[in-house]
């Protein structure tokens, strides 16, 4: 069964903001087994609006739409809905209670922008909206199923989850699965030669993509046919036939991510991690501190951005700095086994590298990232030549030093 | 004139990939003048592509696609433009020479998939692509000019500034022009109702947009006339009466940001920052360290996530820990002294905090965050009760804390 995305918001438009609700959405019509075919952003103007329903409804039976809810004059959509519906409004006293309420908990008394949001179309089922005050609202039209949702991601995502029952009834039984395999350390080109065999011998219903991202390659596989488990026996088939060729290089799938798949590493062996960060600026521990737990194996981090950080907090020896620069071999490692040593850890990321865009010099250019982990098991550490870009610089060296931690807590170093 | 952007991927459309090449696309044809009336996303099959710019056609003059072009066997895009365009295929040697010293420079030596990449259709003029393999293709056909380029974000942005000059020709005279206002610190009705006035009372030709994202809100004003310069005088007229309202909320404006903004203020002032994380995890530091330059401000931070490095290493005292708890006035104030001391710092930014899901207690329920601005004009702190959801509330947290730091240096508190 077909179903497309419409994201309505004049922002989009102009590039102001990235549409991160379509992703979502289209990962939750996926796992209910809906197909998404077709995913457009359009202004928030009535004509548009009702053009691109026009043509979702021409080729899809579930029409997931986002944006213009809200209690500013600039949201348009309620009014072109109304038409499109042939639909009234009433006013609701259980979404205007639950607006009051949400209100008050923030402190905030209710004005007639606010009251206005509990009139509600008088021919539609309201999706509860925790989060927001304005509810979700769910139209059907000759076989055709459409559901407005705010267009706050946040807001978006509950109401998405508290209208899954009636979507999934919604949805039909024939049968999409994906799996993704994600690997660090080979480029896409050398990724696809290494596997050429492996991929042309595919069977017909499963496809693969490759999906590069800064410091790592996502493998996904799409498998079709008659049910969920038939493909997934498909598929693990394959994996396992593709770890025996890139065994180092797999780290993770699906919704892995290298911060959880190393936080859970360093909980099953209950060692504590620390970060000694230059380069990475602190990224390293956003990106651990990113998960939910992590206080129980991460101590904390060093983001030793001036060299009398690296003296004064790492312990440092300033004649290191002298002779081999900050980055060095010989100085990462010393900041990973101070940073070890000062916050009692069992494992020590630390980075020292150069950025950019400004930094660079012809022995040591822009790129040029040195990565070391103290551990246990003894000091590792390796130089990498990024590229000329900043932010992909400080991704493509976090990602690699957590990858880097990840092979020395499994002894693959 | 009108434009619109495609872009193909089935990495889109099962939402496993977020759409980040439109927004850029978007903002450089708005630069140009061109007005983005419609974005759409497409799987990597030839029926679907040929659909969408049948349709993209249909309402505008320039479209932009992305994806599809790269080495891999699931790039499907060169196939159907061949089609599309009556165009045969042949092999260029100056891409051919490009794809080589590229590969080489990564230490990659050229295979038969690269080699098919130098293979380009033969009636459109090939865009450069510095950073990738894969050259952009500009196509003109029935007065539409057509512009694929390659799905990789930054090869696309590499190849898209490549081409402005020919999209800029293309373009004509009728003007638009946007205005970004950023705010900090009052919620999207809270704001709306204290602009209200000054709403109602905006010409005719200028419009408003809230846009509100963790922490903070923009506004943004487009404006339409016969020339840029007309309409920025009146934006400009309408911001400095706007600024007479909420004088102490606004931050800055377009694409400034709050890191940037803040490592300014420090630049103009000569002064050292330092940070001293806990619940944002270092969020902050890497927020600071994401802007170029920011070693020439920035000392470096503590990620204090366990107690024996607030003690050990930030010399908070034991007792105040243990009488008011880790998130606490005294505990934050302590950290941001100790911050500002260790790091021989002039401005120090502390956070502790429970950014959840678990931790939370009646007394200090998730969200609970203290900030301390620890300056040479004294201690400042605040208490915030941020949400429910972790990454939010760490966002949030980090936005509020550069705010307050913003006003600290510029005597606002």
């Not at 989009?12 to 996926?30: E, F, K, P, R, W």
């Amino acid at each position: 069964m077909k179903a497309e995305i419409i994201t309505i918001g004049d922002e989009l438009l102009i590039g102001q903001v990235v549409d991160t609700n379509s992703a979502h959405i289209a990962q939750q019509l996926n796992d209910a087994g809906l197909d998404v075919v077709h995913i457009a952003s359009v202004a928030d103007n009535g004509s548009d609006i009702v053009s691109a329903l026009d043509a979702a409804t021409a080729r899809a039976s579930a029409v997931l739409i986002t944006g213009g809810l809200g209690p500013t004059n600039d949201d348009r959509t309620k009014q072109s809905i109304l038409g499109y519906f042939h639909s009234g409004t009433r006013f609701d006293q259980g979404v205007f209670q639950h607006i009051t309420e949400l209100l008050s908990r923030r402190g905030v008394s209710v004005n007639e922008r606010n009251r206005d949001q509990a009139k509600v179309p008088d021919n539609c089922t309201l999706i509860y909206n925790p989060l927001g005050t304005a509810p979700g609202l769910w139209f059907e039209k000759n076989n055709t199923t459409y559901l407005f949702m705010p267009g706050v991601p946040y807001e978006m995502v509950a109401v998405l989850s508290n209208a899954m029952p009636l979507l999934h009834n919604h949805a039909s039984g024939s049968a999409i699965r994906h799996k993704t395999i994600l690997t660090q350390g080979l480029p896409e080109s050398m990724l696809a030669k290494k596997i050429e065999a492996w991929e042309s011998a595919l069977p017909e219903n499963l496809s693969l993509a490759y999906l590069p991202s800064p410091g790592l390659v996502k493998l996904r596989l799409t498998g079709r046919g008659a049910s969920n488990k038939e493909i997934d026996i498909s598929i693990n088939e394959q994996v396992i036939n593709l770890k025996k060729i890139i065994p180092d290089y797999i780290f993770g799938y699906d919704q892995d991510t290298i911060e959880r798949v190393v936080g859970d590493l360093l909980k099953e062996k209950g060692a504590w991690l620390a970060t000694a960060e230059s380069c990475t600026g602190g990224a390293i521990a956003s990106m651990i501190t990113s998960v939910p737990g992590s206080s129980i194996y991460f101590r904390g981090s060093v983001v030793a951005y001036a060299n009398l950080a690296k003296l004064e907090l790492l312990h440092v020896n300033e004649v290191l700095i002298r002779q081999y620069g900050a980055v060095s071999k010989e100085v990462v490692e010393a900041m990973a086994a101070g940073a070890r040593e000062i916050l009692h850890a069992d494992y020590a990321i630390a980075t020292s590298g150069i950025a950019g865009p400004d930094g660079g010099t012809d022995d040591k250019p822009v790129g040029t990232v040195w990565i070391a982990i103290a551990s246990p098991g003894g000091m590792f550490s390796a130089m990498h030549r990024f590229g000329d870009e900043r932010e992909r610089n400080i991704r493509r060296a976090s990602v690699t030093a957590l990858n880097m931690l990840r092979k020395a807590i499994l002894g693959l170093l």
